[in-house]
Structures are given as C-alpha cells and as structure tokens.
C-alpha cells in the first residue's frame, strides 16, 4: 500500500507566487527525493536529501529534511510557467532498500 | 547524451497478447528498476535488478518477468497482457554509488494500452 501522502493532490496559482509542498509518512526515511515530470516525459532529479534537518536549494528550489525523518516540504519561489508538471517525492524506508513515491502534486500556472 | 532509452514509446495490445518492453542505459549504472505510473498512485516497483543475471521483485510483480543478460539492458515482458496492465512504464537506473533505490535516472516512458 502507499506509504507516502503527499499533499496537495494539485495547485493551481499565478505567476510570480510561492508554492509549497510536502510528504509525510509513518516510517522512517533514510533518503528523500523530489523529481519534476512534464508532460510525456520521465521524471527529473531536483533535490536529494540524505540527512535529518538538511536543507538543500537548488535555484528557486528548496527542499528540507524533516527532524523526525517522518516527512519533506518542497519550496518552489516565484514560480514561473516552466514550473508547471507533476512533482513527486519519493523516500528510501530506513531497513527497507525500496524506494516509495508520493500519489504526486499537479502544480498548473495562470499567466 | 542518451541515458535511459526505452523503447517502444507507445503500443496497443489486445488481452491475452505478449510484449516485451527494452530498456538500455549508457552510464554504466548498476542498479536498474521498471516501475509502473498510474493516476493517483504515483510510481510502483514492479521488478529490479543489482547487476547482470539477478533481478528481484518489487512491489507489483505479478503479471510480469523480467531479464538482465547484459549490464546495460533490462527487460520487461508481459506473457499475457490485461486491461490492468494498461499503464505507463518507466524504466530507471542508478549508479552503484549513490546506492540501491536512490537517485535514479529515467527514461522517458512507455505508454501501454490493453484493449
């Protein structure tokens, strides 16, 4: 079963806005990844976080590493129409060499 | 700079049909994993592979064999296709280095009907 509730479902905001995002789960990660998907294509790395509390930028991304290893956010700043796609986060199960996705946000942007 | 390259990129089967889906990568990565992306669901593991000649079940595996004879290909067959197989499949790998089921590189889909 899913693991992983990464919420929200969808976005729809204008341009020029912040967005937010995140995951949270009952278990324990070691390894949390967010990936991009645009339309009809695999998903991309963005951020790879490996330890509790790390919080990692990568341009207007920031993505942090929750203290209990239970959960992640991902920041987006002033967003801009080649932010929107399908982002995922996705974590490896501390024990468990597995490597769970979130259900995915569908991040759409008003001109 | 060609990565993960899976082929084909579309097909159509008719219930009961076999296919059999190629995925090639050229980086020399260890690790490779087929995964299955349907709405709402995210992606799910169906087979992966820690090197040449091993493969290992995921977390949907039924309805599905998998092969490594080669480091670079890892392919995914359906014996006989189900309307619930109708999905899109992606293929990744990962570098020995980062680890098993880390920061994998994708191709870019393979988008399966069963009529």
């Known amino acids: 079963g899913q693991q992983l509730n990464q919420s929200p479902q969808s976005m729809f905001i204008q341009e020029g806005e912040d967005v937010s995002m995140n995951c949270t789960s009952s278990s324990i990660f070691n390894t949390w990844l967010w990936y991009k998907q645009d339309p009809g294509e695999g998903p991309v790395l963005l951020i790879a976080l490996y330890k509790a509390g790390e919080l990692t930028s990568n341009g207007r991304l920031t993505a942090q590493f929750g203290i209990t290893r239970k959960d992640s956010f991902l920041n987006i700043s002033a967003s801009i129409p080649s932010d929107v796609g399908i982002y995922f986060c996705a974590g490896q199960i501390q024990g468990a060499q597995k490597l769970v996705f979130g259900q995915g946000t569908r991040l759409t942007i008003n001109p | 700079n060609a990565g993960v390259t899976q082929t084909p990129k579309f097909r159509v089967l008719k219930t009961g049909q076999s296919m059999t889906l190629l995925c090639a990568q050229d980086m020399n990565h260890e690790y490779m994993y087929w995964y299955r992306q349907d709405p709402g669901m995210g992606l799910r593991l169906i087979h992966y592979s820690v090197g040449e000649g091993t493969t290992a079940k995921g977390e949907v595996p039924d309805g599905y064999n998998v092969s490594r004879l080669k480091k670079q290909n890892f392919l995914l067959g359906l014996e006989s296709a189900a309307p619930s197989q109708t999905s899109v499949y992606f293929c990744?790998?990962?570098?020995?280095?980062?680890?098993?089921?880390?920061?994998?590189?994708f191709g870019q889909g393979t988008r399966l009907t069963v009529v």
């Open positions: 990744a790998s990962t570098p020995s280095e980062t680890g098993l089921n880390t920061e994998a590189f």
